[in-house]
Nanobody, 126 residues
């Protein structure tokens, strides 16, 4: 099970931190990715962190503004979102797949992420 939290209203240029709390599987065996779905747009991958060495992979949309980290002791993955833009408004989902993110084009392999959370709404507006 994956449960996202931390969404809400953010200011342009501001920051939010999302959390993905997990249970029911061996956390250390899974890579965790963040995806987002904006109204009227296709879903896109944001960031992914691998299970072992913690290597991270980014989608095309965030360009260094967001970072991902994992706390193995607490079975939680975080998405730190900085320099927010209105275009970041979306429902954010975390998802798990075994072992690795899938390389540079990990975000094209949504089918490989077997478990998904319910999502948390992020709205960026002044």
């Amino acid at each position: 099970q994956l449960v996202e939290s931390g969404g809400g209203l953010g200011q342009p240029g501001g920051s939010l931190r999302l959390s993905c709390a997990t249970s029911g599987f061996i956390f250390g065996d899974y890579a965790i990715g963040w995806f987002r779905q904006a109204p009227g747009k296709e879903g896109e991958g944001v960031l992914c962190i691998s299970r072992s060495d913690g290597s991270t992979w980014s989608g095309d949309s965030v360009k260094g503004r967001f970072t991902i980290s994992r706390d193995n002791a607490n079975r939680t993955v975080y998405l730190q979102m900085n320099t927010l833009e209105p275009e970041d408004t979306a429902v954010y989902y975390c998802a798990a797949r075994t072992h690795i993110c899938g390389g540079r084009y990990w975000y094209t392999e949504q089918y490989a992420f077997a478990s998904w959370g319910q999502g948390t709404q992020v709205t960026v507006s002044s």
